[in-house]
């Protein structure tokens, strides 16, 4: 029986991703002007700030609300010093303001979530609200969203490891049969919920966010924990599991 069920923010309960489409492609357009013929194609600048944001993340095990917006100022840089040009300090600074406009003064709560949260609660579930980043960022998201009152205790955490959720069982003297996990990342939700004992319900709405959870396709499964882990396509499931 599940009598906690832990919940992903970004893109399990609050459109997230948009966020970064706009910025992602000023930036590339901001290059691809200043280098003209020199300029990599906006798919790779798009995909190389990817990669650099992994590569920090892996590496300070945070993310800063800087991650984002220093992923970009670096491609800059890679394809200025690949063209043999000095980088302009007008894009610099161009591409710095737009990229730091993900920060949304708005986010909104995907549809249905709410109702799925109320009906948990009135199955007597403890509801956390589990979402790694930057605090301010995230605890922002959750006020503006209406979400805090929803949930019966809030883990904003700088990474999510393995680590992380058996601190999370600890604190709240948790078994992990008795837990579970909704996230839409099998790197960062599920992957390392099942590795704690939790049971694990990962989102999968389509496979646009696999090119950053996942882009080499190298996260798996291992057979041990496969019969905790449970594919949905809308937080309904979940809901449906508990009947």
Same mark, same amino acid.
């Given at each position: ?12 309960? *609050? ?15 901001? *290059?691809? @002007? ?30 800063? %609300?800087?991650?984002?917006? $220093? ?17 302009? $300090?007008?894009?610099?600074?161009? @591409?710095? #303001? ?28 403890? %509801? ?25 205790? #809030? ?32 790197? $960062? ?9 939790? %049971? ?5 709405? /389509? ?6 959870? /996942?882009?080499?396709?190298?996260? %798996? *499964? ?22």
């Amino acid at each position: 029986m599940i009598k906690t069920i832990c919940f992903d923010l970004d893109d399990s309960l *609050i459109y997230n991703a948009y966020a970064y489409h706009l910025p992602q492609l000023d930036a590339a357009r901001l *290059i691809c @002007i200043d280098l003209m013929w020199h300029s990599p194609s906006p798919d790779y600048l798009i995909k190389r700030a990817m990669e650099i944001q992994l590569e920090d993340i892996e590496k300070s095990q945070y993310v800063s %609300k800087q991650c984002f917006p $220093n992923s970009w100022l670096q491609v800059y840089r890679e394809s200025c010093q690949k063209a043999g040009r000095t980088p302009n $300090n007008a894009i610099l600074g161009a @591409i710095l #303001l737009s990229t730091e406009k993900y920060f949304l003064p708005q986010y909104h709560v995907i549809e249905g979530a709410k109702e799925v949260l109320k009906e948990i609660a009135e199955r007597d579930i403890k %509801k956390i609200c589990v979402t790694r980043g930057d605090f301010d960022i995230q605890y922002y998201k959750i006020q503006s969203t209406l979400l805090e009152g929803y949930f019966d205790d #809030l883990e904003i955490v700088p990474i999510k490891t393995t680590e992380t959720y058996c601190r999370i069982l600890d604190k709240y003297k948790l078994l992990p049969s008795e837990t579970a996990m909704v996230g839409d990342s099998l790197k $960062n939700d599920i992957i390392p919920a099942l590795n704690a004992g939790f %049971k694990a319900f990962h989102l999968i709405e /389509d496979d646009s966010t696999r090119e950053w959870d /996942d882009p080499n396709g190298l996260v %798996k *499964i291992e057979p041990l924990r496969a019969r905790n882990y449970h594919p949905i396509r809308t937080l309904r499931e979940v809901v449906n599991y508990l009947d």
